[in-house]
């Protein structure tokens, strides 16, 4: 808490803490030769078994329209997608970093359409055949969009007014998206940064080079996989709906999911400082005008300050002391107050 008030760049993992981390699907795109309904149908089993929220927004829309299939040997690609067979063909389902590991050929018009969602700030998902032999291929895309929190906005700007120097977004979405996320938020060319298509297991090296060109860094986060991030930052902050390992792993938990909770923290650790100094003044103070005089600094002169009274002003620089710091009261930590 301490330490937040030095801090010079805030690195916020995007879904879940400046978005609502609850994507749907809004555009569905197959292949020649296929159709749209079959490619839900076969994504919806491919990814029953996960537990990314993408996956949970491709499974219920599948459900929802009544289009269902069994998968086996369910396999989890980490932060690039999952791999099953349904139908005894094997398939995959993943963005962009899963299409350059496989190869995979994307026919003309789903790259078209997938570019088109990719600029608006839509995530986009592959469905990809993996043939026995032969190249992998793209059959279907699904454009998945996740929200802005509106609060996310303010909370940038309530950062930029308490002095951080820069403000951060990691994620594992493809660039066009996380940067067409980055200008709805607000983020100053040239000032601001974005790290997109970052592997889980890589968030902690994002943060590791941000302090390697000298700054002091706090990372905001709510998944399992942002914890080794949360640990190496120089202040870890989980936000109060995360879990349970993020918690465990940062030094800070906001109450609530509101990321104008980091201005709140910022302001406390100052303000927090700001009583220390004043305290540790009006202590030294009294200490050093009536130890001496109670000693008989100027008995000399004719002046002498009795033991009790002595203690008295003791005791009434303990009172002055508490009494500043509950004057901490005052400061506003609740979002969007100043």
Known sequence: LERMRTVDAVLFDKTGTLTKGAHTVTATAAASGTTEEEVLRVAGAVEADSEHPLAKALVKVAQDRGLRATARDFRSLTGRGVQAVVDGTTWAVGGPALLRELGAAVPEELDTVARGWSARGAAVLHLIRLPEAGQPAAVGAFALEDEVRPEARQAIADLREQGVKKIVMITGDARPVAEAVAADLGFRSGVDEVFAEVLPADKDRAVAELQARGLTVAMVGDGVNDAPALARADVGLAIGAGTDVAIESAGVILASSDPRGVTGVIRL????????????????????????????????????????????????????????????RRVKLTPGQH
């Open 269 to 328: 650790s100052r303000a927090s400082y700001r009583k220390m100094i004043q305290n540790l003044a009006w202590a030294a103070g009294y200490n050093v005008v009536a130890i001496p005089l109670a000693a008989g600094a100027l008995a000399w002169a004719g002046f002498t300050l009795s033991p009790a009274v002595g203690a008295v002003l003791m005791s009434a620089s303990t009172i002055v002391v508490a009494l500043n710091a509950q004057l901490l």
